[in-house]
């Protein structure tokens, strides 16, 4: 008997401390009890926020992994900055495992919410608003992961971001699905990053809905492999509203789903209606760049079976008079500059630029019919998408 209570004595001090709950209601004082929560929590520890309104007075940061903060709904836990000092973003996340789930952040000076470099990252539920609608000084992201491996966003809801409302950079293992994104410049934007899923979402009335770029002179480079299946992109017909030099100030009002200087992208079974400029574009990178990793072209785009309806009727193009004209009076779905490389399924509707060399604007356009190969094969699949253990991470 005295040995099993020395072994069990023993085993008790080797296994680790049992995980925390640690609860924060709102109320006075609860700027500092959210982020001391956020500084004392451990591994495996949980943050509360009970339903309310917090007032936030400065940005929020977790560096603890494996933590879950989770709330009592988007529209039940809300912080709202309102009165945040400086213009730093709402709640910025650099350690891995977290799970953030079921609250709101309204009216961030700058970006919503920010994981930098941090691994197997899960946004549910989120909700970030900037209340005032479009206008160049909300801030840039709504949700805003970056330099991460394994990132899933799942249900999130955003509104307002002057750059892009979903935003996913120089990343791999992704999956953005059953989100809503309203009122941004970009709704959805999959930046420099590799083996995406970007499925089930809503995209509507941004300046573009979903965007695929590929930018040069970033730390991570050679951004493909991108999914873009069963979306719903509709009336995104947002006057573009970024600050001056963006990359996304350069957005036509009216894009559904736009590609550039990609690899393997994948376009199918979405539905896309009342996009005014073209329901898909795909493009090449125009702007001058001094980086010998680059490609600016898109390459090896597959369009397959959409829906569309009521795109290409008021394109903010040049010369848009004369091409409607030209084409009976609305542009066919997709749009493809002539550079690089496109498939599309047989019965495609599209037009051509027929540029010959990029950079060189509308003015060496000679539009066309679309002339493209069908797929020669499936499209590869394997490795896109979120870690499945994010699924289990998620939990309940």
Excluded at 101 to 122: M, T, Y
Excluded at 208 to 218: A, H, K, N, R, T
Excluded at 256 to 282: C, Q, Y
């Amino acid at each position: 008997m005295f040995r099993l209570s020395i072994a069990a004595a023993l085993l008790a001090t080797a296994a680790p401390a049992l995980a925390e709950t640690h609860v924060v209601t709102p109320g006075d004082g609860a700027q500092e009890r959210l982020q001391e929560a956020l500084i004392m929590a451990q591994p495996g520890d949980e943050i509360v926020l009970e339903a309310g309104r917090y007032a936030m007075s400065d940005g929020l940061s977790l560096d603890v992994e494996g933590v879950t903060v989770r709330g009592a709904g988007m529209d039940g836990t809300v912080l709202d900055f309102t009165g945040q000092q400086g213009a730093g973003e709402g709640l910025l996340v650099t350690s891995d495992n977290v799970t953030l789930r079921d609250f709101a952040l309204e009216n961030p000076k700058g970006d919503g919410v920010k994981s930098k470099g941090a691994d197997n990252i899960v946004y549910h539920r989120i909700r970030v608003t900037w209340t005032r609608g479009p206008h160049p000084e909300n801030g840039a992201y709504g949700i805003y992961p970056v330099e991460s491996t394994g990132i899933l966003v799942d249900g999130v809801k955003v509104t307002g971001a002057s750059d892009a409302g979903i935003y996913v950079g120089q990343s791999d293992r992704i999956t953005v699905r059953n989100s809503i994104a309203e009122a941004n410049v970009a709704g959805i934007e999959i930046e420099n990053s590799r083996n995406a899923l970007v499925a089930h979402n809503v995209a509507t009335r941004n300046t573009g809905g979903i965007l695929v770029f590929d930018l040069p002179s970033l730390p991570v480079m050679g951004g493909g492999n991108v999914i873009i299946e069963n979306n719903l992109v509709v009336a995104n017909d947002t006057p573009n509203f970024a600050p001056p030099g963006n990359i996304v100030a350069g957005v036509r009002r009216g894009t559904g789903i736009m590609v550039m200087a990609n690899e393997k992208v994948l376009i199918e079974n979405n539905i896309l209606s009342g996009n005014p400029t073209a329901p898909v574009m795909v493009i090449a990178y125009v702007q001058p760049y001094d980086d010998a990793r680059y490609n600016p072209l898109p390459r090896e785009v597959v369009v397959g079976p959409n829906s569309y309806d009521g795109g290409g009727y008021d394109p903010q193009l040049d010369g848009a008079e004369m091409l409607l004209a030209a084409f009976g009076g609305e542009l066919p779905p997709v749009l493809w500059d002539g550079l690089g490389s496109l498939a599309a399924v047989e019965g495609t509707a599209g037009w051509s630029l027929n540029l010959t060399e990029a950079g060189k604007g509308l003015g060496a356009a000679q539009p066309g019919p679309l002339a493209v190969t069908a797929p020669a094969s499936a499209f590869d699949r394997s490795g896109i998408g979120a870690p499945a253990a994010l699924e289990a991470q998620l939990g309940g």
